[in-house]
């Protein structure tokens, strides 16, 4: 949270300032046994720091676009090949957590709309698209950068990759972020992950 805070961009809405809607308090709750609901909750957060008015979709499709990971049987991401040829892994990754989502959110009464419109945002969030899928996935790449800066040591340790491809990860997160803004944000972020490995 710190980094965050040398940005432009305005603090983040402290924790329990927000109004939140019982389906999204609902959410937090489903994903909180997650080993990586960190990064998910901080999604959220960085969905808002970008864009304050974020629709309900938006928040919960933050909060829960990677939930297949917490779910074994899932697709397995190949660390020998470069993030960019990865994307079949990511395709299967973001439909398998869209499945998830929206058989949660039909348990828990969710309207139609609702759910197609967080089904249309967790499908694009590995690639962006409409403005409010450029917006989730800045908030992702942004979370990601913040909380998996262990994660290239992590996966050197054991011996999922080098200590170079796992640094190229967040390369590619940061990369791919097409806001402006939310690059402007993730800079030192990925400057912090870089230092890492001089
Ligand atoms: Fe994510």
Do not use: K
Request: net charge negative.
């Amino acid at each position: 949270m710190g980094d965050r805070r040398r940005t432009a961009l305005p603090a983040p809405v402290a924790a329990g300032d927000d109004v939140v809607t019982p389906l999204e308090a609902a959410a937090e709750e489903w994903i909180a046994p997650y080993w990586n609901a960190e990064h998910l909750r901080q999604t959220r957060d960085w969905l808002l720091v970008l864009e304050p008015e974020a629709s309900e979709a938006l928040r919960i499709a933050a909060l829960t676009h990677d939930i297949e990971r917490h779910f074994p049987g899932g697709p397995a991401n190949d660390l020998s090949v470069s993030p960019e040829d990865g994307m079949d892994y990511r395709r299967v990754h973001s439909e398998r957590s869209s499945a998830f989502v929206s058989g949660w959110l039909r348990e828990q009464g969710a309207d139609a709309q609702l759910i197609a419109d967080v089904q249309r945002l967790i499908l694009a969030h590995e690639t962006g698209g409409a403005d409010d899928e450029d917006l989730l996935q800045a908030a992702d790449s942004l979370s990601f950068l913040e909380v998996n800066v262990d994660l290239p040591e992590r996966w050197a340790a054991e011996g999922r990759c080098s200590l170079e491809r796992g640094i190229d990860q967040h390369r590619w997160m940061f990369e791919r972020i097409s806001l402006p803004r939310a690059r402007e944000a993730a800079q030192p972020l990925y400057e912090r992950v870089q230092a890492r490995a001089a």
